[in-house]
């Protein structure tokens, strides 16, 4: 097996960008050196093929949410219908070999998913403690931030109270500050980056907070510890910091979740907004409301749902044939089967795969009731679903097996499951604006038609 250095230097696409990889720069240096090549490659890109040809518009594709379509710019990761996910060309299991762990893990942690993010370079051991430290100090929610969320009735969604949070952060924005004294627009990623690491930042003291005030009222909040990564306080803070396998799982969940090409609903969104100069607060926390939806983040909350249901209804000593009676009596009842199908992948998804096998290394969680019913339904649900033939994908998404393992380790509130997605999309999504504002991206205003006018098109296109 490769280590994590030597794969690193052949990981890289140049001598000069391998040279790099040696030295001990911060992100930001890494940034300012990677940017001008990328800013030189769309230059060319725009000038030499401007008018080049990708691809066809239907009028599917019109009408079928644009599925299929090549129209957007995306830099950090791109997904591939059979492989799945590569964050820079590199894929899961390339990732769980190169990328550094926290101090005393082994899986991947999401300070150094979002370094190879934002910079498509592996990062050391050191850069990646010195980003956990930067992150540990700017980790403190502003007061009013506290009375904010505390204010919120314990019956709101966690998800609408982070969104709630995430926009109320906005009020320190950098980019907004900078942008209102007339910065130049060469400035514009430097003050996106500083709001976005701020952003990551304090997500596990508010999405921890969110938690506290909803589930946990009586109990006491820990201060963030300095020395420790952002999972790692984000699982003390939740009140898990002494369950390490749990700790472990949050942290390969943060990273696997952080990003998932451009076109997926919450990371579009961000896109979208952010195209408006929106800064980084207010764009992600309009992602988070898309990934608040059931067919996107919200499955996992909804999966959870569904196979406890499928758990009370029939008991215990579940067969093969009781989950796929199950099965067709919720497709029949017109619901979907939630954590199945995907709008791209067409197999299973590696990141389920991923997450699996972290479940197959513990023997507690092999031995999971919960777990052992998701695999078997894993087993049953790809043949009905190819039998009721509607989707065109029968396998399973990552939203199939997230909730599980932190059920099994009872953080069993369900509904607060997509506000962990939260705190991980930011990675990805906020990498994009970094890169957004440094390429100078323009405006997202795609042209809309009425149906007339489409016709009008079909008959003089
Ligand atoms: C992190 C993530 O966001 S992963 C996705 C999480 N969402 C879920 O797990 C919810 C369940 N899955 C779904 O609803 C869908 O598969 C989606 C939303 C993920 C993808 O949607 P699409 O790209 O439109 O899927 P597809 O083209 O295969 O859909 C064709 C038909 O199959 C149906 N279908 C797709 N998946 C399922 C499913 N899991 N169960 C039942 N029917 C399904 C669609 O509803 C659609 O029916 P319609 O023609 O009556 O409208
Ligand atoms: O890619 C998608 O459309 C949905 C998804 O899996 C994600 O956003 O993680």
Known sequence: MLSRASFAKHSFRTASTAARYASTKSLRETLQDVIPAKQ????????????????????????????????????????????????????????????PSAPG??????ESMLWLLLTGQVPTPEQTRQL??????????????????????????????????VAALNHDSSFQAAYEKGMKKQEYWTHTLEDCIHLIARLPALA???????YKPDAQLAPIDKNLDLVGNYANLLGYGDNHSLTEYLRLYIALHGDHEGGNASAHTAHLVGSTLSDPYLSYSAALFALAGPLHGLANQEVLRWQLAM???????????????????????GQVVPGYGHGVLRNPDPRFIAL?????????????????????????????????????????????????????YGLTEFKYYTVIFGVSRALGALTQLVWARALGLP???PKSLSMDALEKLIKNP
């Open 40 to 99: 030189e490659q769309l230059k060319k890109l725009k000038a030499e093929h401007g008018q080049t040809v990708v691809g066809d518009v239907k009028v599917e594709n019109i009408i079928g949410g644009m599925r299929g379509l090549k129209a957007m710019l995306w830099e950090a990761s791109v997904l591939d219908p059979l492989e799945g996910i590569r964050f820079h060309r590199l894929s899961i299991p390339d990732c769980q070999k190169v990328l």
């Open 443 to 445: 405006l997202e205003r």
């Open 105 to 110: 893990g082994t899986e991947i942690i999401p």
């Open 356 to 408: 699996q096998e972290f479940c197959q290394s513990r023997p507690e969680l092999r031995e999971s009731p919960i777990i052992k019913l998701v695999n078997k339904t894993f087993e049953v649900a790809p043949g009905v679903l190819k039998e009721h033939g509607k989707t065109k994908n029968p396998y399973p998404n990552v939203d199939a097996t997230s909730g599980c393992v932190l059920y099994h």
């Open 132 to 165: 956990s430290q930067e992150l540990a100090e700017k980790g403190e929610l502003p007061v009013f931030v506290e009375k904010l969320i505390d204010s919120l009735p314990k019956t709101l969604h966690p998800m609408t109270q982070l969104g709630m949070g």
């Open 208 to 214: 921890s907070r969110i938690y506290r005030n909803v």
């Open 311 to 333: 758990q009370t209804e029939i008991g215990d000593n579940i067969t093969h044939e009781n989950i796929k009676d199950y099965l067709w009596k919720t497709l029949k009842s």
